[in-house]
């Protein structure tokens, strides 16, 4: 039956990515570690994704406080907007959707930089002037996505608070002060450091699933392109799970 | 001669071949080829596409393996050496790619100096700038050495590939179809290239081609490959003169279809 191969098919590729994942965490911490390659893309991940990361922010805290408010003020809880907005975007809607973006943004520019590599051959160059490849182009990838991501993931949480602050600032004349005060005050390492776990994670299905399509990629431009689409769908699918495993895991550790 | 057994000299051969099997699945590419090429020795490799020329030829650098059959380069078994020792022979054997494979993401500059720094040893006293700048001078391309390859024409990625490849200095070079996707004049420029390069360098070459005028001025000796295995060998003169019908086809002027 068609639908019985697919989910088989599915199972198969979650099975080689976890060979990938591997394979990575052998080279990962072997030497020579190729410092260079990594800081390059840790640039080139982090500040090429930085402006989309922070304008999805900023958007991102204006809608949802503009949205959350009338509902609260009907109930006479506006005083807890900071609160509220503060905890949502820090402990989930910050990390998901910069971890989503990412996918989007990260995941199919190096599922497709690979591929091409792939496909024309160079990673076959790499590997006959005496450089391992899957060191030079995959480990440093990978660790360069999950160092970046809670960075970017802190400054669309930081964009986001703000933009929530102008709107309370503009509707219910509130500070700047007292807003922040009001969210600091709310939120506790319980909030942030599962989120930050979290990011660490998200930055790893990123970089790992765009390193195996493209690493994996069938011959031909086709074979590019499809790389780069299905890292995107592939990671994005597996952020969700991800995320739900950590919150089900946080959710024991610090009782609400 | 009889031209289906190897050809073999005095001298110890660079590259030795023997009873070479490799299958993809199902799909048996090489069923027993058998190669030697002896210094100074420019070696042509004809066959028709898919034929598995370029898999023959990346079994001898490691990046293919193989499934039966010895493969010796330079005295060493291939798929005995572990990595060390054979990042070392990759040093000794140049490899040209069929696309050329340059790094996109790096300039000509960065792209040469990338296997100069992957093996520094190779450098010895020589200053790093100066051995890039030769190499680009050999190919006549020092003016592009801040190009990114995107800005290069196909003749002009094959001559970085070349020097590239020439920066190591290599003793065996292989070359999988050096003049494929190029004008005749490109292609011939690129053919007199290698000719200078054989003659500078004092290397031998294994040089894979359907380009019938590439090979008949480069090679001093040609194999056949056809159904996996050396199917004819000999010189260019030889194999034109053969009876063959499979032989023949290589050599036959494409005729106009009549209706
Ligand atoms: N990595 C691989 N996986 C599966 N099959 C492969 C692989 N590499 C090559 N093949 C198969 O091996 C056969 C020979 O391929 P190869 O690239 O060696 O052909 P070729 O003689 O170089 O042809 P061309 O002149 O078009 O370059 C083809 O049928 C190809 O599909
Ligand atoms: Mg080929």
């Not at chain 1, 995107?232 to 799970?241: G, N």
């Not at chain 2, 289906?4 to 030795?16: D, F, G, M, Q």
Request: aromatic fraction near 10%; proline fraction near 4%.
């Amino acid at each position: 039956m068609k639908i019985l191969d697919e989910i088989a098919n599915y199972f198969k590729e979650i099975g080689e990515i976890a060979l990938f994942a591997k394979r990575f965490f052998k080279e990962a911490f072997k030497r020579p570690f190729e410092r260079k390659e990594f800081i390059r893309q840790c640039f080139v991940i982090g500040y090429n994704s930085l402006f989309l990361v922070v304008v999805t922010g900023f958007i991102m805290g204006l809608v949802l406080t503009l949205q959350v408010r009338p509902t609260m003020q009907e109930f006479g809880a506006e005083s807890f907007m900071p609160a509220m907005v503060g905890i949502s975007i820090v402990r989930e809607i910050g990390p998901v959707i910069t971890a989503l973006i990412c996918a989007g943004k990260i995941g199919s520019s190096i599922g497709a930089e690979l591929g091409s590599m792939k496909v024309t051959e160079q990673i076959d160059a790499m590997e006959v002037s005496g450089t391992n490849p899957f060191k030079y182009l995959v480990v440093t990838r990978i660790w360069a996505t999950v160092f970046m991501l809670p960075m970017l993931v802190i400054a669309a949480d930081a964009v986001g608070l703000f933009g929530s602050f102008l709107v309370e600032n503009v509707k219910g004349a509130v500070s700047f002060k007292l807003f922040f005060n009001q969210v600091f005050e709310n939120l506790s390492y319980g909030d942030l450091f599962p989120a930050t776990i979290k990011s660490f994670f998200f930055g790893f299905v990123i970089g790992l699933v765009g390193c195996y399509k493209g690493y994996n990629s069938d011959k031909g431009t086709e074979g590019v392109g499809r790389a780069a689409n299905s890292a995107v769908v592939l990671a994005s699918l597996l952020l969700f799970i991800v995320d739900f495993i950590a919150v089900f895991i946080a959710d024991i550790f610090y009782e609400i | 001669m009889d031209i289906t057994k190897p050809y073999r000299t005095t001298k110890t051969p660079l590259i030795e071949i023997y009873g070479l099997r490799k299958s993809f699945g199902s799909n048996e590419v090489l069923k027993g080829f058998d190669l030697l090429l002896n210094p100074n020795e420019n070696l042509v490799i004809l066959g028709k596409s898919g034929s598995g020329k370029s898999v023959l030829i990346k079994c001898l650098v490691g990046l293919v393996d193989v499934d039966e059959g010895k493969v010796i380069v330079l005295g060493k078994s291939i798929p005995d050496l572990n990595q060390k020792e054979l990042d070392y022979i990759r040093t000794e054997v140049g490899f040209l790619f069929q696309g050329s494979a340059l790094y996109d993401s790096m300039t000509v500059r960065e792209n040469l100096q990338f296997p100069l720094r992957r093996h520094p040893e190779r450098m010895q006293h020589f200053n790093e700038e100066k051995l890039v700048r030769e190499a680009l001078r050999s190919v006549g391309l020092e003016y592009a050495i801040d190009l990114m390859p995107a800005e290069l024409s196909g003749g002009m990625k094959r001559r970085v590939a070349l020097a590239r490849m020439l920066i190591l200095q290599p003793k065996i070079i292989l070359y999988d179809e050096p003049t494929s996707g190029l004008d005749p004049i490109t292609a011939n420029e690129i053919i007199q290239l290698i000719l200078r390069i054989q003659r500078d360098y004092n290397a031998a070459s294994l040089i894979i081609t359907h380009d019938m005028d590439c090979a008949r001025v480069i090679s001093n000796r040609m194999i056949i490959l056809q159904d996996g295995i050396n199917y004819a060998e000999g010189t260019y003169t030889e194999l034109s003169k053969s009876t063959d019908p499979k032989v023949k086809a290589f050599f036959k002027e494409v005729q106009p279809i009549s209706l």
